[in-house]
């Protein structure tokens, strides 16, 4: 099966974000990784619904919506109605995460759980049977261009075995320091999604496409 390439616009072009959208949707992503950062839950401030909302038009792809905020519960509806597809809150915030991701599924949206490099792998069964995607963050949250955590790959290697055994069709996502060295050593582990910034929008427009592809593994 081939894994699904998530590009991260946080390091896309701002000053052209809805035609980077677009070039990624035409270079053949599957997804478009929208990383949401208050400056409270993580060291930065990134972009909001509105910014969401105005490049929805841009790309019929899934929008894989990451929130790296807290608190969660009192924007999940703004998210929802600026068209993510897919949102991901972290098992680390002060919110209630179980709500949290009750409260996206009450919206017809998928939902997922982000875990941090320093948190155990294990907490992600409590929510096995409300959730449709796994972030394994193999960077400290926050800003992007990290170095990759390789201590991800056992979490990867768990938690696709944990998911196997459940039944349960659970997308697996790796996020942080992926590229083209690393990448088929997470795939390999189980990663059925890769998030990639940085290497995706290396290069230029011109690029994009091809680096999807060697991503993918094509």
Same mark, same amino acid.
């Given at each position: 099966?081939?894994?699904?390439? %998530?590009?991260?616009?946080?390091?896309?072009?701002?000053?052209?974000?809805?035609?980077?959208?677009?070039?990624?949707?035409?270079?053949?992503?599957? *997804?478009?990784?929208?990383?949401?950062?208050?400056?409270?839950?993580?060291?930065?401030?990134?972009?909001?619904?509105?910014?969401?909302?105005?490049?929805?038009?841009?790309?019929?792809?899934?929008?894989?919506?990451?929130?790296?905020?807290?608190?969660?519960?009192?924007y999940i509806e703004n998210f929802v109605d600026a068209g %993510?597809?897919?949102?991901?809150?972290?098992?680390?915030?002060?919110?209630?995460?179980?709500?949290?991701?009750?409260?996206?599924?009450?919206?017809?949206?998928?939902?997922?759980?982000?875990?941090?490099?320093?948190?155990?792998?294990?907490?992600?069964?409590? *929510?096995?049977?409300?959730?449709?995607?796994?972030?394994v963050m193999s960077v400290h949250p926050g800003f992007g261009?990290?170095?990759?955590?390789? %201590?991800?790959?056992?979490?990867?290697?768990?938690?696709?075995?944990?998911?196997?055994?459940?039944?349960?069709?659970?997308?697996?996502?790796?996020?942080?320091?992926?590229?083209?060295?690393?990448?088929?050593?997470?795939?390999?582990?189980?990663?059925?999604?890769?998030?990639?910034?940085?290497?995706?929008?290396?290069?230029?427009?011109?690029? *994009?496409?091809?680096?999807?592809?060697?991503?993918?593994? %094509?």
């Amino acid at each position: 099966m081939s894994v699904k390439i %998530s590009p991260s616009i946080l390091a896309s072009d701002f000053s052209a974000l809805g035609d980077e959208v677009q070039r990624i949707t035409s270079a053949g992503a599957d *997804y478009v990784h929208v990383d949401v950062m208050d400056g409270h839950f993580v060291p930065n401030i990134t972009m909001g619904p509105n910014v969401v909302k105005s490049v929805r038009d841009r790309s019929d792809l899934p929008f894989d919506v990451h929130l790296m905020i807290d608190p969660v519960q009192p924007y999940i509806e703004n998210f929802v109605d600026a068209g %993510s597809n897919i949102i991901s809150v972290h098992h680390e915030t002060n919110d209630d995460t179980k709500s949290c991701i009750q409260k996206i599924k009450s919206f017809g949206v998928k939902a997922g759980l982000a875990i941090n490099p320093e948190t155990e792998w294990e907490v992600a069964k409590q *929510y096995m049977e409300d959730i449709d995607m796994i972030i394994v963050m193999s960077v400290h949250p926050g800003f992007g261009g990290q170095k990759f955590i390789p %201590s991800a790959l056992k979490k990867l290697e768990a938690l696709r075995k944990e998911i196997d055994q459940s039944g349960r069709s659970i997308e697996l996502e790796i996020d942080g320091g992926v590229d083209f060295d690393n990448v088929q050593s997470t795939i390999d582990a189980g990663a059925d999604v890769i998030v990639a910034g940085t290497t995706t929008f290396k290069g230029g427009p011109d690029k *994009y496409a091809n680096n999807i592809e060697q991503l993918r593994g %094509s």
